[in-house]
């Protein structure tokens, strides 16, 4: 159901449940001091008590409202990625609600970029928890379509456009005057790393790990199968007796596989997507294609890893949680 500005205003502040746009994902967003609207994401989502939310702010003087330390590194951090696709985990001041961090001594901030939400924060005056707006492990939305799909079509949803970055924030997390990363994102570590002035603690950087990162995570409905490369890819379809989609990460070479070697007869002829191997375009569009190859009723997804570089992490993370196995 979409709703316009002012009605989300009036909604949230009436401690109901909204979907808003982002310039990451859409969030399914609640009034953060309102433990009864903060309950109804958790049952909308699913999701267990013990992932915490991140808290969406309009403004930096904001801070000092949730955060009991804000220390020159995290302001640091704060001036360079705010507003955008960035996430800091602070010390939490002690009226903080623990159903907004599930019982963690800290609080997760962040304010977006898109200008929809920056407007709804600033109208409505309020601090708004807000996890993507898809149940828990499933794809994260990225237009109003998906979360209606995802979610029912009962849920409010202001619709904001698709979204441009298109995974989920970089999250940090500053004790002191050192930094952790705890979900990669499209703000990457040689960029923090640059503004930070020194580089992330020890031991995390291969591993970063938020309470609510389980291995099964932005899973669509039909299972995925990784591949490092477009030739072992194809081989493998060529071979495969279910139906299956296609989802190529790449510079265009393999179109000349796929006209110059002729593909054994399928059931159905497989749907084959190619994004170019530009980690911006490919995080933008990701999750919309693999919500579209969803709606396809095929037996699998077979997708191309990008190159195991730094760009492309955050992808790489996306990934290979969607294709996890439990
Ligand atoms: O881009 C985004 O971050 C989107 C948009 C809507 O802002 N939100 C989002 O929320 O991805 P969610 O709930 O799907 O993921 C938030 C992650 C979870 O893995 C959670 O565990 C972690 O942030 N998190 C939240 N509070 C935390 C805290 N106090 N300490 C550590 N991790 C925290
Ligand atoms: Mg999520």
């Not at 949803?157 to 952790?180: K, M, P, Y």
Request: charged share 15%.
């Amino acid at each position: 159901m979409r709703i316009s500005l002012d009605e989300a205003v009036a909604k949230l502040q009436n401690g109901e449940v909204v979907a808003i746009p982002t310039e990451t994902v859409y969030g399914l967003a609640a009034d953060a001091t309102n433990e009864s609207a903060l309950r109804q994401i958790y049952a909308i989502k699913q999701r267990p008590a013990d992932n915490p939310l991140i808290v969406h702010i309009g403004h930096i003087n904001q801070v000092n409202e949730w955060a009991a330390e804000f220390p020159p590194l995290a302001q640091k951090l704060a001036s360079a990625f705010w507003p955008g696709p960035f996430t800091l985990v602070l010390p939490a001041k002690d009226d903080v609600s623990s159903i907004v961090r599930a019982g963690e001594p800290t609080v997760a901030l962040r304010i977006p970029s898109h200008p929809l939400a920056l407007q709804l924060l600033k109208q409505s005056g309020l601090g708004l928890a807000a996890p993507s707006a898809n149940k828990y492990t499933q794809l994260s939305p990225t237009t109003a379509v998906h979360v209606g799909t995802g979610l029912g079509e009962c849920i409010p949803v202001l619709d904001g456009g698709a979204c441009q970055v298109g995974i989920e924030s970089t999250i940090v997390s500053v004790i002191n005057n050192d930094w952790q990363l705890l979900r990669h994102g499209m703000i990457a570590e040689a960029e923090i790393t640059a503004i930070a002035g020194k580089p992330a603690l020890a031991g995390l950087e291969n591993q970063p790990k938020a309470p609510g990162q389980h291995l099964l995570h932005y899973s669509p409905k039909t299972p995925i199968k990784l591949f490092d490369s477009a030739e072992a890819l194809m081989r493998y379809q060529q071979i495969s007796k279910q139906t299956c989609a296609v989802l190529l990460i790449d510079d265009g070479s393999t179109n000349k596989l796929l006209t110059t070697k002729p593909m054994k007869p399928q059931p159905v002829k497989p749907q084959i997507v190619q994004l170019p191997k530009n980690p911006a375009i490919v995080a933008e569009q990701l999750y919309g294609v693999l919500h579209h190859l969803d709606t396809l009723n095929v037996a699998q997804l077979l997708v191309q890893l990008p190159p195991d570089r730094p760009e492309w992490l955050a992808i790489l993370d996306r990934l290979t949680r969607a294709a996890h196995h439990p």
